[in-house]
Nanobody, 126 residues
């Protein structure tokens, strides 16, 4: 079965950290740019970060720059999102997605994704 599966979400206090993982099965994640999206309660889904297929290029939206770090381990067929200094406004369902084009950057989030995960909930609250 071709799928992406997210894990690592949960409840964390403001200022805390979480590490999300995105595991691919049935296909080789190394052929795709991989990104993270999030959908806050009552809001539309938005792009957060992406990483190129080789891992050489990363992109972050302004709201998470300096706090989130995306990485990948193609040998393990996984992509990670390290989230530090979390804020209540980071509360959302986080999804990973795989897309072949365009290159990872500000336009990548608006292209058609080949694969989507089902999401993992991150709640930042005291």
């Amino acid at each position: 079965q071709l799928q992406l599966v997210e894990s690592g979400g949960g409840l964390v206090q403001p200022g805390g950290s979480l590490r999300l993982s995105c595991a691919a099965s049935g296909f080789t994640v190394g052929y795709y740019h991989i990104g993270w999206f999030r959908q806050p309660p009552g809001k539309e889904r938005e792009g957060v970060s992406c990483i190129s297929s080789s891992g050489g290029t990363t992109h972050y939206v302004d709201s998470v720059k300096g706090r989130f770090t995306i990485s990948r381990d193609n040998a393990k067929n996984r992509v990670y999102l390290q989230m530090n200094s979390l804020k209540p406004e980071d509360t959302a369902v986080y999804y990973c997605a795989a897309g072949a084009s365009p290159p990872c950057g500000s336009s990548w989030y608006y292209s058609g994704m080949r694969y989507w995960g089902k999401g993992t909930l991150v709640t930042v609250s005291s």
